[in-house]
């Protein structure tokens, strides 16, 4: 019963840290109003993650976890998964994840927070870029053409997180935005690759 109130609580710590990384990022989230959204006092918060930075972490840790749940999830429901529908069908997969869910919307601001300050990309960002460049990788030795992979790999993320910067402050409608963006952007890839493969 006391192990079960302990994860309760701090389920409920994490998801009210989460609310406040998202609205004032890394140096301008308050643990005292973490405290407060919780009902517990700051030494219970401290009691459930050592410091400001094990509660971000943990946060990052989470969107990591996502991002490898999604991926797989792509490429079970794609076999194999390949191509520009594959990662679309990511992109997507991300994009509802970022409206559904606090904690990951929250640790997406957080992880692009830490990349401006480091030389070294984040896990999260890195995991996902390996996967669309192994789906176009694919897709590339299929057709016999070769694609702009990397290039397409960053598109992805750039779409992604632009989209979530850009939208409202609820993010309501970002998974509608990347939808229309993608299907503005590369609905007519496949002429537009081949031209590209051809020029090359």
């Not at 009210?16 to 989230?29: D, I, P």
Request: aromatic share 6%; net charge negative; charged share 20%.
């Amino acid at each position: 019963m006391k192990q079960e109130r302990s994860k309760r609580t701090h389920e409920l710590v994490l998801d009210a840290a989460a609310v406040e990384f998202a609205a004032h990022g890394y140096l301008g989230a308050n643990v005292q109003r973490v405290a407060e959204h919780t009902g517990l006092t700051k030494g219970a918060v401290y009691g459930h993650f050592g410091s400001k930075d094990a509660l971000a972490q943990a946060l990052i840790a989470h969107l990591e976890a996502s991002v490898e749940r999604l991926v797989a999830q792509v490429q079970k429901d794609q076999s194999p998964a390949a191509g520009l529908p594959a990662v679309r069908e990511a992109a997507l997969l991300l994009a509802d994840e970022l409206t559904s869910d606090v904690r990951s919307g929250a640790a997406l601001r957080l992880t692009v927070e830490q990349a401006l300050s480091r030389t070294q990309e984040p896990p999260a960002f890195a995991a996902l870029r390996a996967f669309i460049e192994s789906a176009l990788q694919r897709a590339e030795h299929d057709s016999g053409q070769r694609l702009p992979t990397s290039l397409l790999a960053e598109f992805v993320l750039i779409l992604l997180v632009g989209a979530y910067f850009i939208a409202p402050t609820a993010r309501e409608g970002l998974s509608e935005s990347v939808r229309s963006l993608w299907d503005i952007l590369l609905a007519p890839a496949s002429s537009r690759l081949s031209t590209w493969a051809a020029e090359a």
